[in-house]
């Protein structure tokens, strides 16, 4: 095949084969780095708070380092909504006031982030 495209298996076509930049949007790639940071972040943050609810109501060992640590950030995390929910069952108050932190970094930063890429 001479000149023109060769689609299967063909000499490759230079002007047609280059491989191609993705585009970006109005503001650059700093605004999709920043809501890619934000995304990470929100979501970072709703899978410790996720597993500490997880480890609790596992009754992972307080002792453990590990465990320990995910139940610092977690509680440094829902800080705020401490005590929102009162309850009996320790369980489940310990699951609403960490999982309504959780929900909301999620849609605040996916919401965000997905805000700042439509710039």
Not at 48 to 54: A, N, R, S
Not at 57 to 63: I, R, S
Request: net charge neutral; aromatic share 12%.
């Amino acid at each position: 095949m001479t000149g023109g495209y060769a689609p299967h298996g063909g000499a490759p076509n230079a002007p047609y084969d280059a491989p191609r930049r993705p585009a970006a949007n109005r503001k650059g790639v700093g605004t999709d780095r920043l809501a890619l940071i934000i995304h990470s972040l929100a979501d970072i943050a709703a899978v410790f708070l996720g597993l500490w609810i997880l480890m609790y109501l596992l009754e992972a060992n307080q002792a453990n380092a590990f465990v320990d640590f995910v139940h610092g950030v977690a509680n440094w995390l829902a800080g705020w909504s401490q005590d929102i929910f009162i309850m009996d069952t320790e369980g489940l108050r310990v699951f609403f006031n960490h999982a309504l932190p959780a929900v909301i970094y999620l849609a605040v930063g996916h919401g965000a982030a997905a805000w700042l890429r439509r710039l």
